[in-house]
């Protein structure tokens, strides 16, 4: 079983930054794809980044390529979403996910989210 809690998410101005984290435990970290996804009100959860478990591929939703980068940190069981240049409608909560195989909205562990909201 793998347990991820997400932090690091609040208010921000458009155009601002912020860096979300997801701790992970209760099983190795190192063999897992991760990623994150958000749901905005009203709409279904959608995909915005991943990263292979050797941490050597990532990929990105078109709506944040550029503005968003994944990372991930063995040493400390964490994966990171930084986020640049925000828009408002980057407003959602965000959720880390943790897959054996590929990162998809069937991902086998999902973390509570946390909020994250840009104001204009």
């Known amino acids: 079983q793998v347990q991820l809690v997400e932090s690091g998410g609040g208010l921000v101005q458009a155009g601002g930054s912020m860096r979300l984290s997801c701790a992970a435990s209760g099983r190795t970290f190192s063999y897992y794809a991760m990623g994150w996804f958000r749901q905005a009100p009203g709409k279904e959860r959608e995909f915005v980044a991943a990263i292979n478990w050797s941490g050597d591929n990532a990929r990105y939703a078109d709506s944040v390529k550029g503005r968003f980068a994944i990372s991930r940190d063995y040493a400390k069981n964490t994966v990171y979403l930084q986020m640049n240049g925000l828009k408002p409608e980057d407003t959602a909560v965000y959720y880390c996910?943790?897959?054996?195989?590929?990162?998809?909205?069937?991902?086998?562990?999902w973390g509570q989210g946390t909020q994250v909201t840009v104001s204009s």
């Open positions: 996910a943790a897959d054996n195989v590929v990162i998809t909205t069937g991902c086998d562990y």
